[in-house]
């Protein structure tokens, strides 16, 4: 699979939310509803299209309407198991996550290796 677009989420341990950029969204094709999906034995996070009678789907439909800059999520459970993944990451901090767009345009994959402490100008570095 090719990718190009680079686009990043912001995933705040601390305040254990994961915030998507209205630009992600967008490069989806501004749907109503996407599925996040983690697959820890690769270390990384897709966010993707998804239907409303998807039971892995999430509406996003007050974004889009609204226009609001970004969507957040708040999930411990979720931004937990994520914690537990990466060594390397503090439970106090945020953490930018870099990631590429398919080119059939579905999904978004982020790389927990390509993750940059939010504020700080360098990386956090995981062995995949």
Known sequence: MQYSNRRSVLLDLNKRRIRIYRSV???LGDP????????PHESLV???QSEKYDPKSYSI?????NRDRTLEIYCQPFLQSLYEMNECWD????YRVYGD???DG??????FSDSVQYGKESGCKVDV
């Open 25 to 27: 969204l967008h490069l």
């Open 32 to 39: 109503t509803h996407i599925a996040i999906i983690v697959t």
């Open 46 to 48: 897709k966010i993707q």
């Open 61 to 65: 439909e007050r974004i889009i309407n």
């Open 91 to 94: 439970r106090n901090q945020a």
């Open 101 to 103: 767009i398919s080119s």
């Open 106 to 111: 579905i999904e978004v994959t982020f790389k």
